[in-house]
């Protein structure tokens, strides 16, 4: 019997740019479906006791589970420069879908269903995914962002609302400033620890195995400069979502 066909990361993600490898393969295609199914049963898991610290005052299930996006394209951004179209466009679809039915479940009486959610309201997810879209293309026209950052942007607009997701873009500008200088300082230094650390981590989670690293001659200096921006935006998303709690917990208590 011959050996069964390896499907490529780039291939499983659906984004494959033409002449560039990272070395790793898996034998299926990325398990997209029970990926969501664990990333949305993980976020209703965590948003429980968060809900509890606030007494009930606040939801945090869409901001769990836009934590858990941005943690997921981070990984993805730090190893391959790409953030998969099957996780962007779901939850973009996902945080106006639950920020839409938020007043419905109020009109149902299940205004315990509609608190949990965390929903920021349809108007807020409305304007949030429509100025961050916006925002990620004139960033894309004059800085070179690229696609799948302006996907996730608009997806965590479409999850937290306007007003919460400009708190995390303060956050997050300020560490992508801190990312590039340090990066730049160490001459992409920083962009080969991170690519290494999510490769290992995302193997890990579902190869259950170590392929092997890059080696010394894989890297280019487009991949030593580009700053992977899922990584600061995640680092935004947790700090603004973790402050947030903190004040949360000041009033209720």
């Known amino acids: 019997m011959g050996q069964p066909a390896t499907t490529s990361l780039y291939d499983a993600t659906g984004a494959a740019p033409a002449g560039e490898a990272v070395g790793v393969s898996v034998k299926n295609h990325w398990p997209w ?20 610290q606030v007494h009930g005052a606040e939801g945090f299930f869409l901001p769990v589970v836009a934590v858990l996006v941005c943690l997921l394209a981070a990984l993805f951004d730090g190893w391959t420069r790409r953030i998969p179209n099957q996780l962007t466009y779901p939850a973009i679809l ?18 315990i269903a509609a608190t949990w959610l965390g929903a920021a309201g349809w108007q807020s997810s409305g304007a949030g995914f429509l100025i961050c879209a916006a925002l990620g293309v004139l960033a894309c026209l004059a800085a070179g962002v690229h696609g799948g950052d302006i996907k996730l942007l608009a997806a965590v607009g479409a999850m937290l609302g306007f007003t919460e997701t400009a708190n995390v873009l303060i956050v997050a500008l300020a560490a992508a400033v801190v990312y590039a200088l340090v990066n730049l300082a160490f001459f992409g230094g920083l962009n080969a620890v991170v690519g290494r650390a999510t490769m290992w981590v995302l193997e890990v989670i579902y190869l259950r195995r170590l392929e092997k690293p890059w080696g010394e001659g894989e890297g280019s200096a487009a991949r030593a400069s580009h700053i992977p921006m899922a990584v600061p935006l995640f680092i935004g998303i947790v700090v603004a979502e973790f402050w947030r709690l903190r004040m949360l917990q000041g009033v209720g208590g």
């Open 33 to 52: 479906g029970t990926t969501w199914i664990l990333l949305l049963s993980v976020a209703a898991v965590l948003a429980a006791p968060l809900v509890a």
């Open 94 to 111: 996902l945080g106006l879908a639950l920020n839409g039915a938020a007043p419905l479940l109020g009109l149902l009486k299940w205004q």
